[in-house]
């Protein structure tokens, strides 16, 4: 790999142990994807927050990196943590847990890294623009941010977007590379949405189809995985997606399908310069139908757990929960799980106030899939295609998916699952 001299000076140690060691994962890693050289990235997003996913060995290497003068030169934030930083006793989380946690959360900050945590860093102060070179970790903001906004980046792991982070450059293949942003199958769905079982919980603008978009998400994602490279989708037929849409697509999406980018047409920013290519598969309305039902593992299990917010819930999603929740109570636990940024909004509003006279639970900084309460729980009711896929796989519950107003209806006891 051709590295210029800044690179070359941080590689020799010029600039402390820990830029050298994150310049030598960059370069192991270019050697591995063929890159010719590094590019300046401007924004970073690191995952593998949680003290759940990173244990003891993980947490030494952060202090490592902060011991040997790691300091991130670019905008950099953090994908959520296990738990609400401030406010974990209200979410049941071990106070062992808890102080681990809090040391993983100061190392990043000793590196002057952002700590807001979010897995919808677009959405709090983290948002790149059209063609910007960046280093995200986090599956679905990674989707969202190749594809909606137009931003490149490959799916980082945790030690290198930190590395990224301690360098400012990524090695330049993959998602960086013209060639390998063209779409490579084009995916027509029929017919567009129109079924009103599934988008009933359409408000006038169409902002809350969330539920329908992660199945098609996942019905697209699997007819993806079939195939032997890794394909880049042009889809046609859907007219309209919200920012909320989209990124319970981008979620389901790089769940099932392993993806890091797709081009929808009359949508997304690339699809415009991009032509659809002649192989075509088709996705049936029927065949989003049946990746709902395949959600819904557990269709007449008691719901014991609701949540709402994977990936984290918006400012309007908050808003139009708050309508729904206006002098009702919950009758189980309902965690709404958001970034912190966002929650002040929602406090300035006044929603959380209503939200909170519910009994519902504002999970800050976490989600339901990374916070430790595998086997708390029995059967999960939610929105989010994603989330189903986590909840079964890592915390062993089990999943009724519906849409965002039903989820909350199952929350006040108004549901099928009571
Ligand atoms: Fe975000 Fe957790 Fe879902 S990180 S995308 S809310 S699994």
Redesign the pocket.
């Known amino acids: 790999m051709e590295l210029n001299s800044e690179q070359l000076a941080m590689l020799n140690g010029e600039h402390g142990s820990a830029a050298r060691k994150a310049m030598e994962i960059l370069t192991a890693l270019g050697e591995i994807y063929g890159a010719v050289d590094m590019v300046p990235v401007s924004s970073v997003q690191i995952a593998g927050v949680s003290y759940d996913n990173l244990g003891e060995a993980g947490l030494q290497f952060l202090f490592e990196m902060a011991d040997g003068g790691g300091k991130a030169r670019v905008l950099t934030t953090l ?2 943590a296990g738990m609400d930083v401030d406010n974990w006793e209200a979410l049941g989380i071990d106070p062992l847990f808890a102080e681990n946690q809090k040391r993983v959360i100061e190392a990043f900050e000793r590196m002057g890294v952002v700590t807001t945590c ?3 860093p677009y959405l709090s102060g983290n948002l790149p623009h059209y063609g910007e070179h960046i280093a995200w970790a ?4 990674v989707c969202y941010a190749n594809s909606v906004i137009g931003a490149r980046t490959n799916r980082e792991g945790g030690p290198s977007a930190l590395a990224a982070a301690l360098t400012g450059f990524t090695p330049r293949y993959g998602m960086h590379l013209d060639e390998d942003r063209s779409p490579t199958v084009t995916v027509e769905i029929a017919p567009t949405p129109a079924n009103p079982s599934l988008t009933e919980d359409v408000r006038g603008d169409g902002s809350l189809r969330t539920m329908w978009f992660g199945a098609l998400g996942k019905a697209i994602g699997e007819k993806l995985q079939g195939s032997e490279k890794k394909q880049v989708s042009y889809i046609e037929g859907i007219e309209s997606a919200s920012l909320e849409e989209l990124k319970s697509f981008c ?1 389901s999406l790089a769940t099932y399908g392993g993806t890091a980018l797709f081009h929808m047409g009359g949508i997304t920013p690339e699809a415009a310069v991009m032509t659809p290519p002649e192989q075509t598969i088709r996705v049936t309305q029927a065949e989003v139908e049946s990746a709902q039902r395949s959600l819904g593992e557990a269709p007449s299990a008691k719901v014991d757990f609701v949540s709402l ?4 819930l918006s400012i309007n999603e908050i808003a139009h929960l708050a309508e729904l929740l206006d002098g009702k109570r919950v009758v189980k636990e309902f965690w709404i ?1 958001t970034a912190r940024p966002t929650k002040h909004i929602a406090d300035r509003m006044g929603y959380t106030k209503i939200i909170e006279s519910s009994g519902a639970t504002f999970a800050v900084d976490t ?4 916070a430790p309460i595998k086997g708390r729980f029995h059967t999960l009711a939610t929105d ?1 295609a ?2 189903c896929y ?1 909840a079964t796989g890592k915390n062993n519950f089990k999943t009724r998916i519906m849409p965002f107003d039903d989820v909350v209806r199952e929350a006040v006891g108004e549901g099928p699952g009571n």
Do not use: Q, R
């Not at 917010?309 to 984290?312: A, E, L, Q, V």
């Not at 989600?367 to 990374?370: D, E, H, L, Q």
């Open positions: 994908n959520p979010t897995c919808t986090e599956s679905s903001a979620a917010g994977c990936p984290h799980t989600c339901c899939v990374v989010s994603k989330a986590y």
